[in-house]
């Protein structure tokens, strides 16, 4: 069984027991968290989509640690006119394990 769920404004394919990484939460590490706009849950035999959201179907997940994702270079450059600029960013992400998909 699967499910395609909505977490932070980004849509998840998730499984249970499939850990998986979302932008960080305001959650504290160890709490349980819900996710209730389930967009679409799979089964061996059926399909349900919603519209927009599959009525009385949540997601329920652990959060496990937050972290940082790895270094993503910008650079700008303008050939000619002596202009370059070098940028970092490490993007914040919360790991969750998904414990349980309710239909």
Not at 7 to 19: D, M, S
Not at 35 to 63: C, H, Q, R, S, Y
């Amino acid at each position: 069984m699967f499910a395609i769920v909505k977490i932070a404004g980004f849509q998840f394919k998730v499984e249970k027991g499939r850990k998986v990484f979302v932008h960080r939460l305001p959650h504290e590490e160890g709490a349980d968290v819900t996710f209730d706009e389930v967009l679409m849950i799979a089964d061996a035999t059926n399909v349900t989509v919603g519209t927009p959201v599959v009525a009385g179907a949540t997601v329920k997940a652990k959060v496990l640690r937050h972290l940082k994702d790895d270094k993503k270079i910008v650079f700008k450059k303008k050939r000619r006119k002596g202009y370059k600029v070098k940028k970092g960013h490490r993007q914040p992400l919360t790991q969750i394990q998904i414990e349980a998909i309710t239909a």
